[in-house]
């Protein structure tokens, strides 16, 4: 890769991806939404290009960026967060937006797509661990939407002539994670010193920290295979609960209240990337323990004020 454009700059992944390719000598035309306030998560660099312009306005990108991209990460996704699952067609039409997305970036003469899919295609499964060949069955809009695109995706690059490439991101957490997530709210109170409360915390999860799967998708985006499906996650699954006391423990909190709430209707209770493909064709593994990804996550929100 040379030159890349990367929506949905300013997310988690986002972010950590563009920091990678900065380390690299990759030129990155972010595009950000100007409205959203977020355009300081980026690293200053003169490798890296601002672009506003918003989810829904896509196709006025090769009005602002010049032909000649190489690559083009797609991660821009509208109605996230808790209330992802409240409207199906809401969350449909981000189907529409990712193959908007194909066609700018064939415009902008890219023959690679790399999307953003999600654990949810999967839906729930009690399985070691959920490899790219995995049945999918998603139960939930945001799921189905997530699976849909990434199949029209491959289909639209296909008929373009570009290669098409669609991740799915199991659980990734630490800088610019949403303030819902267990983790990062959890971090929160721990830090400041208000009582939190979980389930029994007996579920099997594969976390991988943010900087971990930038580098995952700067790998993919240099020795990818087209028409893949990627697992991103660390490969390994311990009980939530462990997960939960290091927290507490890297937090000096006293009493995490493990087990004071029951767990929600139809909770996921064993959740493990197969990241046998990813080695395989890219050579990733991940670099950062938990215990070194909570470390940096609590050093930057004590520096962030974010508290």
Not at 136 to 159: I, W
Request: charged share 25%.
């Amino acid at each position: 890769m040379k030159r890349i454009v990367v929506t949905g700059a300013t997310s988690m992944i986002g972010a950590a991806l563009i920091e990678e390719c900065v380390r690299h000598g990759v030129e990155v035309y972010a595009v950000v939404r100007a409205s959203s306030g977020k355009q300081n998560r980026l690293p200053e660099s003169e490798t890296v290009h601002l672009i506003d312009c918003a989810l829904e306005e896509l196709e006025r990108l090769p009005e602002r960026i010049p032909k000649g991209c190489d690559t083009f990460f797609h991660f821009a996704w509208g109605n996230t967060g808790e209330c992802r699952n409240k409207s199906t067609e809401l969350q449909s039409r981000n189907i529409f937006y990712t193959l908007k997305a194909v066609r700018v970036a064939e415009t902008l003469g890219c023959g690679r797509f790399v999307g953003a899919g999600s654990q949810a295609e999967y839906g729930p499964m009690d399985v070691d661990k959920i490899s790219p060949d995995s049945p999918v069955n998603p139960t939930t809009p945001y799921g189905a939407s997530k699976l849909a695109a990434g199949q029209l995706a491959r289909m639209l690059c296909r008929e373009l002539g570009m290669e098409c490439i669609w991740p799915r991101i199991f659980s990734v957490y630490g800088i610019y994670e949403k303030d819902t997530t267990m983790i990062a709210s959890g971090l929160r109170r721990m830090l400041a010193g208000e009582p939190t409360e979980f389930t029994p915390a007996e579920q099997r999860w594969d976390y991988l920290y943010s900087r971990d799967a930038g580098r995952a998708y700067y790998l993919i985006g240099e020795k990818g295979k087209d028409g893949a499906v990627y697992c991103i996650g660390s490969g390994q699954a311990r009980p939530l609960r462990e997960y939960i006391e290091e927290m507490a423990r890297l937090t000096g909190a006293r009493n995490p209240g493990i087990g004071a709430k029951p767990y929600p209707e139809g909770a996921v209770m064993n959740l493990c990337a197969d990241i046998g493909a990813l080695r395989r064709d890219t050579g990733f593994l991940p670099e950062y323990t938990f215990e070194q990804g909570i470390r940096e996550t609590i050093q930057w929100l004590k520096e962030k004020n974010t508290l």
